[in-house]
Nanobody
Framework: QVQLVESGGGLVQAGGSLNLSCAVS????????FGWARQVPGQQRELVAV???????TYADSVKGRFTISRDNAKNTVYLQMNSLKPEDTAVYYC????????????WGQGTQVTVSS
């Protein structure tokens, strides 16, 4: 089992920045990728950033150039630095840990609310 705890959400004005953190604990032996996804009520969850074991990263077009995903293995933490925030970035942000090879393991945190005011 893997436990994920997000923090760092809040209220920010458009154009501002937030840095989300995801504390990772448990047995991560089979985990080979971490990601951040967001969800607005009534809409599907959208994966916005992924980082692999080789620190390769992938971003959704909607956040490319504004968001940066990173990981600190020594601190067992995954980050999402969000700059130039827009009102449409408002959502609950979830941390994800997954075994992309087998798909047998897929974990989610409880989420943290990000609200961007115009």
């Amino acid at each position: 089992q893997v436990q994920l705890v997000e923090s760092g959400g809040g209220l920010v004005q458009a154009g501002g920045s937030l840095n989300l953190s995801c504390a990772v604990s448990g047995n991560t032996f089979s985990i080979n990728a971490f990601g951040w996804a967001r969800q607005v009520p009534g809409q599907q969850r959208e994966l916005v950033a992924v980082i692999g074991t080789g620190v390769t990263t992938t971003y959704a077009d909607s956040v490319k150039g504004r968001f940066t995903i990173s990981r600190d293995n020594a601190k067992n933490t995954v980050y999402l630095q969000m700059n130039s925030l827009k009102p449409e970035d408002t959502a609950v942000y979830y941390c994800n840990a997954v075994d992309l090879i087998t798909g047998a393991e897929d974990y989610w945190g409880q989420g943290t609310q990000v609200t961007v005011s115009s």
